[in-house]
T-cell receptor, first 110, second 115 residues
C-alpha cells in the first residue's frame, strides 16, 4: 500500500525567500507524481506533473524533482510571494490509484 | 472545455437525509475519482470508476455510501442517512486513461454540511 508523507506540515517564511517542500513515498513503482496547490475552501490546481521517466519539471518559479529510487520528490519555490500562500499537495500516481500526501501549509509573510 | 464540473457546490442536509453529489468529467475523459477531505485534513481516496464500472472502491465506507458512473450522464456519489461526520468537501477528478499515465483534473468540490 502506497503511503505518502509531506514534510513540513506547515511552513512560514518571509517574502522573497526560496523554499523547498518535501514529499516521500513508500512504493517506488509509480507512473507519475503531481504537485497541486489548494487555496482555503477551494479545489485543487495542478502545478507540475513529473512522469516516472523524468527527473524534474519546471514552470516559472516552480521546480519539482523526482528521485524514484529513494522515494522522494521536492518542490522548489523561488522568490516566494504572499500569493504563494496555500496548501501544497503531492499526489503519487500508481496503477489505477492516485495517493495524496497530507500537504504542507505555506504562509508567505509580506 | 468546461473542465470537471461538480454540483451542487454547497449542500446542507439534516441527519438521516440523503445527499447526492454529481460530477461531470472533462470532455473525453472516461475515468473518475472521488476524494473526501475532512476539515483540516488531507484528501482521502474513496472510489475510482470508469463508465459503467467500479474499478476500486477500497476507500468507500461499507455502509450508506455508493457511487456510479453510468454510460450517459454524470458520476453520482450518494450518501444515505447522512450523519454529522459526513460533513466534508467531496472532490471529483477525471482523467483520460488509467491513472498512472495521465494528469488528474479536479473539480471545485462539493461541500456537504450535515446539521
Amino acid at each position: 500500500k502506497q503511503e505518502v508523507t509531506q514534510i513540513p506540515a506547515a511552513l512560514s517564511v518571509p517574502e522573497g525567500e526560496n523554499l523547498v517542500l518535501n514529499c516521500s513515498f513508500t512504493d517506488s513503482a509509480i507512473y507519475n507524481l503531481q504537485w497541486f496547490r489548494q487555496d482555503p475552501g477551494k479545489g485543487l490546481t495542478s502545478l507540475l506533473l513529473i512522469q516516472s521517466s523524468q527527473r524534474e519539471q519546471t514552470s516559472g518559479r516552480l521546480n519539482a524533482s523526482l528521485d524514484k529510487s529513494s522515494g522522494r520528490s521536492t518542490l522548489y519555490i523561488a522568490a516566494s510571494q504572499p500569493g504563494d500562500s496555500a496548501t501544497y499537495l503531492c499526489a503519487v500516481g500508481g496503477y489505477q490509484k492516485v495517493t495524496f500526501g497530507t500537504g504542507t501549509k505555506l504562509q508567505v509573510i509580506p | 472545455n468546461a473542465g470537471v464540473m461538480q454540483n451542487p457546490r454547497h449542500l446542507v442536509r439534516r441527519r438521516g437525509q440523503e445527499a447526492r453529489l454529481r460530477c461531470s468529467p472533462m470532455k473525453g475523459h472516461s475515468h473518475v475519482y472521488w476524494y473526501r477531505q475532512l476539515p483540516e485534513e488531507g484528501l482521502k481516496f474513496m472510489v475510482y470508476l470508469q463508465k459503467e464500472n467500479i474499478i476500486d472502491e477500497s476507500g468507500m465506507p461499507k455502509e450508506r455510501f455508493s457511487a456510479e458512473f453510468p454510460k450517459e450522464g454524470p458520476s453520482i456519489l450518494r450518501i444515505q442517512q447522512v450523519v454529522r461526520g459526513d460533513s466534508a468537501a467531496y472532490f471529483c477528478a477525471s482523467t483520460g486513461g488509467a491513472s498512472g499515465a495521465n494528469v488528474l483534473t479536479f473539480g471545485a468540490g462539493s461541500r456537504l454540511t450535515v446539521l
